[in-house]
């Protein structure tokens, strides 16, 4: 009997899991645009080779760590893509705090390989980007990432496929929570593009104000940042309808305000 790929340890497990947890929670529905936090590793099948993860134990292990990543749960919008197809339809199906592991088929990971995707480019049209190409060099053309197969007699051939493609993925995933207000939403959007450690988020009905430090407004790329994430609540945060900024120019300290209010009660102010 062989058992369907998508719902393996889920399957294995879930005579189990009624028994051990009767009381459980009811599973949630999620449709189409929900924002979940998801941990995840996704592992090549056929070499055992990590190629992505949230958890930065696992990348430091495999040694795939970077300091640029961020590491941890991750936001995910159900519908969006980013994903494999085959992951995204486990984790509508599982409850807050579920773990499962699973192995996705190619049409349901990264797809089958597709032939027309290896293509051949001038040297010359990669050189004119400030590209020196080399083989196993991983190459952006178009808007597309692809690897260069080979190089010579000016031609370079590069493999526009993913990586993973016509391969099987084993996925350890964990639904971590699914995010329902609106403030965690929003904030879990912004993480995305910034650290949210300076940001202070209020909400009050549909308006949604962000208090930013002055030196943001001035940074070509915070801007950038915060133009995409006002996208993403327009498409994901139907409740919201307005986003506001605020900044601060100049605060005076606790101990500077205290200071003045000394000088002035005991007359040391200036007069008239």
């Given amino acids: ?20 947890a009767p009381e459980a929670a009811a599973r949630v529905t999620l449709k189409q645009g929900d924002l979940l936090l998801v941990e995840y590793t996704l592992i090549d099948r056929e070499s055992g080779k990590v190629v992505e993860t949230t958890s930065e134990a696992v990348a430091k292990e495999a040694g795939i760590y970077s300091e640029e990543s961020r590491y941890g749960p991750r936001l995910v919008v159900i519908g969006s893509g980013e994903l494999p197809p085959g992951l995204e339809e486990t984790l509508a199906n599982l409850h807050e705090g579920e773990e499962v592991e699973i192995v996705l088929p190619p049409e349901k990971a990264f797809g089958r390989r597709d032939p027309s995707r290896v293509r051949i480019l001038s040297a010359r049209e990669l050189s004119s980007r400030g590209v020196v190409p080399r083989v196993g060099m991983t190459v952006e053309v178009r808007g597309e990432r692809g690897v260069v197969l080979s190089v010579g007699s000016g031609r370079v051939i ?3 496929n993913h990586p993973l493609a016509g391969r099987e993925v084993v996925c350890k995933a964990k639904l971590v929570k699914v995010l329902k207000e609106i403030g965690e939403k929003v904030k879990g959007l912004l993480e995305r593009y910034m650290a949210v450690e300076d940001v202070g988020i209020t909400v009050e009905s549909d308006t949604v104000t962000l208090s930013l430090p002055f030196r943001l407004l001035y940074s070509s790329e915070s801007l950038a940042a915060l133009e995409e994430f006002a996208r993403d609540v327009e498409r994901y945060v139907k409740e919201v309808s307005r986003i506001t900024l605020t900044s601060i120019l100049f605060e005076r300290s606790a101990a500077e305000q205290k200071g003045t209010s000394g000088l002035e009660a005991s007359g040391g102010g200036q007069t008239a």
């Fill in 1 to 20: 009997m062989r058992l369907n790929p998508l719902r393996v340890s889920a399957q294995e497990n879930q005579g189990e899991r009624a028994k051990a």
């Fill in 158 to 160: 590069v493999d526009f």
